[in-house]
C-alpha cells in the first residue's frame, strides 16, 4: 500500500524569463516500509522533491498525499502537527544542539510536542540504544563522532514513531566506514521498524542499501530501477547508471 504519492508534482522558482523549472510533473508511489533512492547530477531536484515529500516547502503544480492526506489543502498548523508527528527528518549536517545531551537531543520533538518529560526521556534512550549509542547518551555532541552524531539525529526522527523518513544526503558528511553504518540502519528503519525511508544520495555505495531507485534528471523521473540485494554488485550497476545518465543528452 502506498504511504506517499505524488501526482503531477512541479516547483518552479522565479517568474518570467528567470523561471527555473526545479521539479517538473513528477507522479510516483512509495510503499509502506519500502526504501527509496533518489539520485541524479547535482541541480535535478531532488532536494526540491524531498522538502516537497516532507511539506517544507509548497509545489507549484501538483499535489502529495500522505498516507491519503493531500498536504496542499492543509492549513499551516496542521501541516506543522503532520510534520511533527508522521514523518522524521535527516539532514547531512546534524543539526544537534550542542548543550544537550544525546538523549536530550533525540528526545527534542516529543519534548517540543508537549510530551510528558519522564516519557519523552525514555522513548529517546530506547532509540538511542536501538542504534547503538546505549552507552552514550549522556554524552553531548563535541564528545561523539560524525557517525555516532548522526545516528542521534536518526534516533530523534524516529522517537515521534513517524511512518515516513526523509534522509537528505544522510552520509555526505560521513567517512566510508561510518556511511554504511548509517545506511545500514536507514535500511533496518524500514525492514525491521517498518517505517518507510526515502533518501537522497549522490554516493552509488549507499544508494545500493535501498529497495528501489528513482533517478532523476532535469527535475523529471527518468530511470527506475529496483535492486536484489542478493546481487553483490549492486553498486557498480547504480554507478554505471548514474554515469549513463550524466552522459545522457
Given at each position: 500500500m502506498a504511504?506517499v504519492q505524488?501526482m503531477?508534482?512541479t516547483k518552479?522558482?522565479g517568474?518570467g ?8 510533473h513528477?507522479?510516483m508511489e512509495?510503499n509502506?516500509?519500502e526504501?527509496?533512492?533518489v539520485?541524479?547530477?547535482s541541480g535535478?531536484?531532488?532536494s ?5 515529500l516532507?511539506?517544507?516547502d ?6 502529495v498525499?500522505?498516507a ?5 489543502r492543509?492549513?499551516d498548523d496542521?501541516l ?6 508522521r514523518?522524521?527528518f ?12 544525546a538523549?536530550e537531543n533525540?528526545?527534542l520533538?516529543l519534548?517540543?510536542d508537549?510530551a ?12 538511542l540504544r536501538r542504534?547503538g549509542?546505549?552507552n552514550?547518551?549522556r554524552?553531548r555532541p563535541d ?6 552524531q548522526?545516528?542521534?539525529?536518526i534516533?530523534?526522527?524516529?522517537v515521534?514513531e513517524p511512518?515516513?523518513v526523509?534522509?537528505?544526503?544522510p552520509?555526505g558528511?560521513?567517512d566510508?566506514?561510518?556511511s554504511r553504518e548509517?545506511a545500514?540502519?536507514?535500511?533496518q528503519?524500514a525492514?525491521?521498524?517498518g517505517?518507510t525511508v526515502?533518501?537522497v544520495t549522490?554516493?552509488?555505495?549507499i544508494a ?7 533517478f532523476?534528471k ?7 530501477t529496483r535492486l ?10 547504480v554507478?554505471?547508471?548514474?554515469s549513463?545518465?550524466a552522459?545522457?543528452?
Amino acid at each position: 500500500m502506498a504511504l506517499v504519492q505524488t501526482m503531477g508534482l512541479t516547483k518552479i522558482y522565479g517568474k518570467g524569463d528567470t523561471a527555473v523549472v526545479a521539479l517538473d510533473h513528477v507522479s510516483m508511489e512509495v510503499n509502506e516500509g519500502e526504501f527509496v533512492a533518489v539520485m541524479g547530477p547535482s541541480g535535478c531536484g531532488k532536494s526540491t522533491l524531498l522538502h516537497l515529500l516532507g511539506g517544507l516547502d509548497r509545489p507549484s503544480e501538483g499535489e502529495v498525499l500522505i498516507a491519503g492526506v493531500p498536504l496542499g489543502r492543509l492549513a499551516d498548523d496542521a501541516l506543522t502537527e503532520l510534520r511533527r508527528r508522521r514523518i522524521g527528518f535527516i539532514f547531512q549536517f546534524y543539526n544537534l544542539i550542542p548543550v544537550l545531551s544525546a538523549a536530550e537531543n533525540a528526545a527534542l520533538p516529543l519534548t517540543l510536542d508537549g510530551a510528558d518529560g519522564a516519557k519523552a526521556k525514555n522513548k529517546a534512550e530506547e532509540w538511542l540504544r536501538r542504534v547503538g549509542l546505549g552507552n552514550r547518551l549522556r554524552s553531548r555532541p563535541d564528545q561523539l563522532s560524525g557517525g555516532q552524531q548522526q545516528r542521534v539525529a536518526i534516533a530523534r526522527a524516529l522517537v515521534a514513531e513517524p511512518a515516513l523518513v526523509l534522509a537528505d544526503e544522510p552520509t555526505g558528511n560521513l567517512d566510508t566506514r561510518s556511511s554504511r553504518e548509517v545506511a545500514g540502519i536507514l535500511r533496518q528503519v524500514a525492514k525491521e521498524w517498518g517505517r518507510t525511508v526515502v533518501m537522497v544520495t549522490h554516493d552509488p555505495q549507499i544508494a545500493a542499501y535501498a529497495d528501489r531507485i528513482l533517478f532523476l534528471k532535469d527535475g523529471a523521473v527518468v530511470d527506475e530501477t529496483r535492486l536484489d540485494h542478493k546481487n553483490a554488485d549492486n553498486a557498480t550497476m547504480v554507478a554505471d547508471k548514474m554515469s549513463d545518465l550524466a552522459g545522457a543528452t
